[in-house]
């Protein structure tokens, strides 16, 4: 196996999932904790993908503290767990967020990745974009940084990026689908295999990180409540009685509660209902997720592809295709197909 040091620039670093992407990739090379949640793991190998002692994290942030004052803040981990990487993680300080949307802004983006490539000696970058939800503008320009730089690209976020920019490097995107999304992907294509007619779906969440804050917010949250309700006509084919709520609840914090009531048809129309509770907890979702992204990004610029990866749709409530491809598939069980289908080709064929 060749040595593969992957650097990974995070626009959004000092926030919830930006801290535990880089504290937890810490804690699991000290031996601290497992690496769960990756389904990068068991092809590392045979794909000759980084190590998680081969990743280098850089970023840039509005906040200027270092990454433990972040970790800490955020309080996704405890700060007893946090100190036995407390050292490594205060020597990572984020590069000042631009104030601008420029073509100054754009290209002083692109110079910091160039010179971050260059000090660590790295054998490829991504561009990692976590962004709070609203910030359109400021997603932009990272997306036309990364295409100027020959970055690959990830969009965690519901924003508008602007994608038309990035057609000559790999990009994946949309929304990060982590928890309850997740499970609707699973449970929807499953009561349609069945027959069993869904008549109304209501989704409501409970979550106290800034995230939370964001998008309960009726204007800024537009865009996460849309990626999250769109996807079930597309899966059942017909569209139910579909509610998504999201509630800013502090005392939360980043642990994320769901409630799903689903009311259901079966033999001779007879009504059923089915309640889901689940107890998240957000970032711990996400990092690994955005980990997954970043190794199999370096993939794809490996092999030379270009624009949208749509082999990482289950990564993502409103994944992003090629134009002649059509409505993206939504199903996970589909989605892990095609994931699974480009890695053994990728295996094939390297």
């Known amino acids: 196996m060749t040595m593969n040091r992957l650097g990974i620039c995070i626009a959004g670093l000092d926030g919830a999932v930006g801290s535990t992407i880089v504290a937890g990739t810490l804690l699991v090379r000290n031996g601290q904790a497992p690496a769960r949640g990756l389904l990068s793991e068991p092809w ?51 590069w000042a967020a631009p104030l601008g949307h420029t073509a100054a802004d754009c290209a002083r983006l692109a110079r910091d990745m160039d010179r971050f490539r260059k000090r660590h000696q790295l054998d490829g970058a991504v561009l990692l974009n976590l962004l709070p939800t609203g910030r359109h503008r400021e997603s932009q320009l990272y997306a036309r940084a990364a295409a100027e730089a020959r970055c690959p690209f990830i969009n965690f976020t519901p924003n508008d990026c602007g994608e038309a920019v990035l057609q000559q490097v790999p990009y994946c995107g949309r929304d990060g ?113 955005c980990l997954d992204l970043a190794r199999f990004m370096q993939l794809a610029a490996r092999r030379a592809e270009r624009g949208p990866q749509q082999w990482l749709g289950l990564y993502f409530k409103s994944p992003y295709t090629a134009a002649s491809a059509g409505a993206p598939e939504h199903a996970f069980f589909r989605q892990e197909q095609s994931l699974l289908d480009y890695l053994a080709r990728a295996a094939r064929r390297p």
């Not at 433990?68 to 407390?86: K, S, W």
């Not at 009561?191 to 998008?215: I, K, M, Q």
Request: hydrophobic residues 40%.
């Open 177 to 289: 689908k982590t928890g309850q999304t997740w499970l609707k992907s699973v449970l929807a294509p499953a009561f349609r295999a069945r027959d069993l007619r869904v008549c109304g779906w209501y989704s409501a969440n409970l979550l106290g990180n800034e995230d939370g804050r964001t998008v309960s917010n009726p204007g800024r949250g537009r865009d996460k409540i849309d990626s999250k309700t769109k996807l079930l006509g597309a899966m059942l084919g017909y569209e139910p009685a579909h509610v998504v709520r999201i509630d800013y609840y502090p005392p939360r914090g980043d642990n994320k509660e769901s409630w799903d009531s689903i009311d259901l048809e079966g033999f001779l129309g007879m009504p059923m209902q089915i309640k889901v509770n689940g107890l998240w907890r957000d970032s711990i979702l996400a990092a690994p997720m």
């Open 44 to 94: 590392r190998e045979r794909l000759d993908l980084c190590g998680l002692d081969q990743l280098v994290f850089a970023g840039w942030d509005v906040s200027g503290e270092n990454l433990f004052e972040a970790a800490v803040r955020n309080a996704v981990l405890g700060r007893r767990r946090l100190q036995v990487v407390a050292k490594p993680l205060a020597r990572v300080l984020p």
